[in-house]
């Protein structure tokens, strides 16, 4: 297959799926006798980043493969075109979803324990709602009580391929400095004029690789 003609049916691809798409699934686009290796797959993607450059839009890897979205930088632009207003998050909330980021795989009593207050249902039912915190086993502890974290779509929606691409916690030691770094806010959401509220200092600690399913 020619080069031209594999970026075009790559980049009309990731246009249309509305998702991020992992290399197996760009394969699974063509026949057998027709499907490009990975390698190749790969530099077509490094084309088509470069093609974008200068560009509105930008082609960039998370966690469940590649996808196209409009630069950090036209957001406020951008934003406007959802007139609904978005959620906004509790402290509380953000504070929970802090500590099981950076401290997976974690229990909601050792959330409590941390935080010096207890942690709601609906805290804990949002943020798997929203589908960035999961159960990923139980505390071999009288109760087996869940422990959480974080999920490929957190990663996918605060546009990071890895854990290893979050802010440093040596250097966010609260949470107003972790909601800057990782923008915990939804599309058009701003921040201004609020006053930051009193919450929970992040102690310093090694992050648990997490399979992610």
Known sequence: METEELKKIVESALFAAGEPLSLDRLQGLFEE???PEKAVLRETIEALQADCQGRGVELREVASGYRFQGRAETARW???LWEEKPARYSRALLETLA????????TRAEIEDIRGVSVSTNIMRTLQEREWVRVVGHRDVPGKPAMYATTRQFLDYFDLKTLDDLPPLAELRDIDKLNAELDLRLP???TGG???EEGVSLPPV???PVEYV
């Open 99 to 106: 500590l099981v980021v950076y401290r997976q795989p974690i």
């Open 188 to 190: 058009g959401e701003e």
């Open 194 to 196: 609020r006053e930051p």
């Open 206 to 208: 090694d992050l648990e």
């Open 78 to 80: 951008v934003s406007r």
């Open 33 to 35: 006798e027709e499907r």
